[in-house]
């Protein structure tokens, strides 16, 4: 019923149609990649092992750089955390000094005069 459909727009638009292109290289390409790697698998089972033993292999050190990175996202974060301590001690510490040592040594220098 499409196909009826189709043929009757082109017949009445004939401007629509479009001639059929040959499939491009790289397509071609692909493919004989997918059936050189069938070919292989058929072939040779230690194709098979060998691909499986890398992708875990890469897989194993992606983990384990994602692990490495994480660890130094935490110490980041730890660093920030102590930073952030040390603010807060310095803030203590100035707003100590102004309340506490400021008025007392305006009372001594007023008691000197």
């Known amino acids: 019923m499409a196909d009826f459909a189709t043929e009757a727009t082109l ?8 001639e059929p292109q040959p499939e491009h290289a790289y397509t071609l390409r692909r493919h004989k990649v997918q059936e050189d790697f069938w070919e292989k698998l058929k072939v040779d089972p230690d ?5 499986i033993d890398s992708w875990t292999i890469d897989s194993l050190t992606l983990h384990r750089d994602m692990q ?7 110490a980041q974060d730890q660093n920030v955390a102590m930073l952030e301590g ?14 506490l040592v400021l ?11």
């Open 11 to 18: 017949a009445q638009h004939p401007e629509y149609y479009v």
């Open 103 to 113: 008025p007392w040594l305006a009372y001594v220098s007023w008691r000197l005069r």
């Open 68 to 74: 490495a990175l994480l660890a130094r996202v935490d």
């Open 86 to 99: 040390q603010v807060q001690q310095a803030k203590f510490y100035t707003v100590g000094f102004y309340l």
């Open 47 to 51: 194709f098979v092992r060998r691909s």
